[in-house]
């Protein structure tokens, strides 16, 4: 299983970016991808997952901002983010879970056991 993730940048305060995480060796709709992220000296962070039913689930800081879809046909799962904030700024890691990860988990990155390598996000002020 690997997972490749890209899309990240350089942006204004305000600005959008796409982030893609192309998997393989897996069927997706059979497991939850997840989107975490890390900004220099701080922990790793939940920011959205895509459950393998479609059902998605997001973190309190980018709810209304960021939204996860997935392609089953191109194996892919995006992360479309607007409005975006300096706080953003941090490498994005994408992750598949064991696909029998219950719903309370799902936040919790030992949940996954697949990474991808990160995307770094930089957001100027």
């Known amino acids: 299983v690997q997972l490749q993730a890209s899309g990240g940048g350089l942006v204004q305060t305000g600005g959008s970016l796409r982030l893609s995480c192309v998997h393989s060796?897996?069927?997706?709709?059979?497991?939850?991808t997840g989107w975490f992220r890390q900004a220099p000296g701080k922990e790793r962070e939940f920011v959205a997952a895509?459950?393998?039913?479609?059902?998605?689930i997001y973190g309190d800081s980018v709810k209304g901002r960021f939204t996860i879809s997935r392609d089953n046909a191109k194996n892919t799962v995006y992360l479309e983010m607007n409005s975006l904030k300096p706080e953003d700024t941090a490498v994005y890691f994408c992750?598949?879970?064991?696909?029998?990860?219950?719903?309370?988990?799902?936040?919790?990155?030992?949940?996954?056991?697949?990474w991808g390598q990160g995307t770094l996000v930089t957001v100027s002020s």
């Open positions: 992750a598949t879970d064991t696909g029998r990860t219950i719903l309370s988990s799902v936040r919790h990155a030992s949940a996954y056991e697949y």
């Open positions: 060796g897996r069927t997706l709709s059979r497991y939850g």
């Open positions: 895509i459950r393998g039913n479609g059902a998605t």
